[in-house]
């Protein structure tokens, strides 16, 4: 019904920037409240940030609070994760996911994207 897109993933050093976006296809994207979650190697799914359908609210975990911020655009349909101050601790496949309502448990997330790496080099 709904498909995702992550992209932007890639190598960089300890203290740089990364861009994540997330593209969505079908018309019903706004409907959902959006989570960013990430996964290392040997590691449970985590959550990282999360917008609500309007962008109106915002939530992050503590680890990326200060760092990271979310945002989304409904009418191009695309989400994104600007990761500033990296930290080697960062690296993880990033997934970008759907619900409705507002939560950080990933069981509540509906749909899902494949994934991009990002690897923070110390």
């Known amino acids: 019904q709904v498909q995702l897109v992550e992209s932007g993933g890639g190598l960089v050093q300890a203290g740089g920037s990364l861009r994540l976006s997330c593209a969505a296809s079908?018309?019903?994207?706004?409907?959902?409240?959006m989570g960013w979650f990430r996964q290392a190697p040997g590691k449970e799914r985590e959550f990282v940030a999360g917008?609500?359908?309007?962008?109106?609210?915002?939530w992050y975990s503590d680890s990326v609070k200060g760092r990271f911020t979310v945002s989304r655009d409904n009418v191009r349909n695309t989400a994104l994760l600007q990761m500033n101050s990296l930290k080697p601790e960062d690296t993880a496949v990033y997934y970008c996911?759907?619900?409705?309502?507002?939560?950080?448990?990933?069981?509540?997330?509906?749909?899902w994207g494949q994934g991009t790496q990002v690897t923070v080099s110390s």
């Open positions: 079908g018309r019903t994207f706004s409907r959902y409240d």
């Open positions: 996911a759907l619900s409705f309502g507002s939560t950080r448990n990933a069981n509540d997330y509906l749909f």
């Open positions: 917008i609500s359908w309007s962008g109106g609210s915002t």
